[in-house]
């Protein structure tokens, strides 16, 4: 059973910054893809990055790249999302998931196979 567990949210002003992370109990033989979404209040979750078993390819939303960056550490089994000059916008709880099926970066939400409980992320203006 997987178990992805994320950390790091909270509330922060215009301008800030926040590094979410993601510990995944996973044991899987082969590579998997882990990406971020985030849900706001009364809309669908959204794509935000997505990183490679390697890590050598990564892919944002657009509102995401210049100011989030995606990594993973495959020992410890685990995924960060550097987020920086944070928006109001990005206001949302932000999940963490894993993709096994396919090694293809993926922005389908339907494409991951596993999803954490999510941590809510506040900017305030």
């Known amino acids: 059973q997987v178990q992805l567990v994320e950390s790091g949210g909270g509330l922060v002003q215009a301008g800030g910054s926040l590094r979410l992370s993601c510990a995944a109990s996973v044991h899987s033989t082969s590579g998997y893809v882990m990406g971020w979404f985030r849900q706001a209040p009364g809309k669908e979750r959204d794509f935000v990055a997505a990183?490679?078993?390697?890590?050598?390819?990564?892919d944002y939303t657009e509102s995401a790249k210049g100011r989030f960056t995606i990594s993973r550490d495959n020992v410890k089994n685990t995924v960060d999302l550097q987020m920086n000059s944070l928006k109001p916008e990005d206001t949302a709880v932000y999940y963490c998931?894993?993709?096994?099926?396919?090694?293809?970066?993926?922005?389908?939400?339907?494409?991951?196979?596993?999803w954490g409980q999510g941590t809510q992320v506040t900017v305030s203006s």
């Open positions: 990183v490679t078993w390697s890590g050598s390819s990564t």
């Open positions: 998931a894993v993709r096994f099926s396919n090694s293809a970066l993926s922005r389908n939400r339907y494409a991951y196979d596993a």
